[in-house]
């Protein structure tokens, strides 16, 4: 199995480093706007014409609401997005992680917290248990979402923030 990440910038190395230490993936290469290197194959926009190499795409793009837009035309285009949970990261079994969600490394997510799709749970942030955290959200390093709170889609939690109602 192959992955492409869309963005090789600070977030997308984030990602390849995540799936680098899962190693889940064969092979793992990028597409960027701006960015060049060895590892950069072509334009984000030409993600399709990649299909036959590579099957899972990741959109690593730091902004919610592009990271969400850029999610819609990776599944319309009949791609999927994995979800990539770091293995130092706690999850718990009655968690339930949206499609797209990436959990880094040292984050909890507790008893019966759900993620929506797309969503970022930062180096060290904790989801307690009970909360619901919307898709394309950005849970900072850090950041604590207490038992059964709410997070809306496409919000960002600051590094360090509590999250208390």
């Given at each position: 199995?192959?992955l492409?990440?869309?963005?090789?910038?600070?977030?997308?190395?984030?990602?390849?480093?995540l799936v680098?230490?899962?190693?889940?993936?064969?092979?793992?290469?990028?597409?960027d706007?701006?960015?060049?290197?060895?590892?950069?194959?072509g334009?984000?926009?030409?993600?399709?014409r990649?299909?036959d190499?590579?099957?899972?795409?990741?959109?690593a793009?730091?902004?919610?609401e592009?990271?969400?837009?850029?999610a819609?035309q990776?599944?319309?285009?009949?791609?999927?997005?994995?979800?990539?949970?770091?293995?130092?990261?706690?999850?718990?079994p009655?968690?339930?992680l949206?499609?797209?969600?990436?959990v880094l490394?040292?984050?909890?997510?507790?008893?019966?917290?759900?993620?929506?799709?797309?969503?970022l749970?930062?180096?060290?942030?904790i989801?307690d248990?009970?909360?619901?955290?919307?898709?394309?959200?950005?849970?900072?390093?850090g950041a604590?979402?207490?038992?059964?709170?709410?997070?809306q889609?496409?919000?960002?939690?600051?590094?360090?923030?509590?999250?208390q109602?």
């Amino acid at each position: 199995m192959n992955l492409l990440i869309l963005g090789a910038g600070g977030y997308g190395q984030t990602i390849y480093e995540l799936v680098q230490a899962c190693g889940t993936y064969e092979k793992v290469a990028f597409l960027d706007d701006k960015v060049n290197g060895a590892q950069v194959l072509g334009r984000c926009a030409e993600f399709e014409r990649f299909k036959d190499e590579y099957q899972h795409i990741y959109p690593a793009f730091g902004n919610n609401e592009i990271r969400m837009r850029w999610a819609q035309q990776i599944v319309a285009a009949g791609y999927t997005i994995p979800t990539l949970v770091h293995p130092t990261a706690y999850v718990s079994p009655t968690a339930r992680l949206g499609q797209g969600t990436a959990v880094l490394p040292k984050a909890i997510i507790n008893t019966h917290a759900v993620t929506g799709a797309n969503s970022l749970i930062n180096c060290g942030a904790i989801l307690d248990h009970d909360c619901i955290v919307g898709e394309g959200t950005h849970i900072g390093l850090g950041a604590i979402v207490k038992a059964n709170c709410r997070v809306q889609p496409l919000v960002k939690i600051e590094a360090a923030v509590v999250v208390q109602e």
